[in-house]
């Protein structure tokens, strides 16, 4: 799979999505809808399912938690 290609199939796209979207925002901005739910796995150890290749500590954070850290700075 090459990044930015929109996919149907698992494990790219679990939620079986057409076209791939993970995510709708309301014409103004102010409502969001993200699937796979983020807070799920904001800890390496909660991940279902990574990449053979990434090289991570299970016990330390995920990159969704980066997500979280930048909605907190951009509303301070």
């Given at each position: 799979?090459?990044?930015?290609?929109p996919?149907?199939?698992?494990?790219?796209?679990?939620?079986?999505?057409?076209?791939?979207?993970?995510?709708?925002?309301?014409?103004?901005?102010?409502?969001?809808?993200?699937?796979?739910?983020?807070?799920?796995?904001?800890?390496?150890?909660?991940?279902?399912?990574?990449?053979?290749?990434?090289?991570?500590?299970?016990?330390?954070?995920?990159?969704?938690?980066?997500?979280?850290?930048?909605?907190?700075e951009?509303?301070?």
């Open positions: 799979m090459m990044i930015g290609n996919t149907e199939v698992y494990p790219f796209n679990v939620n079986g999505s057409p076209l791939g979207v993970a995510a709708i925002c309301s014409p103004d901005g102010r409502h969001l809808a993200m699937m796979l739910h983020p807070e799920r796995c904001f800890l390496m150890w909660q991940f279902p399912w990574y990449p053979k290749h990434w090289t991570v500590d299970k016990k330390g954070p995920s990159p969704w938690l980066k997500m979280f850290q930048n909605a907190r951009w509303c301070s």
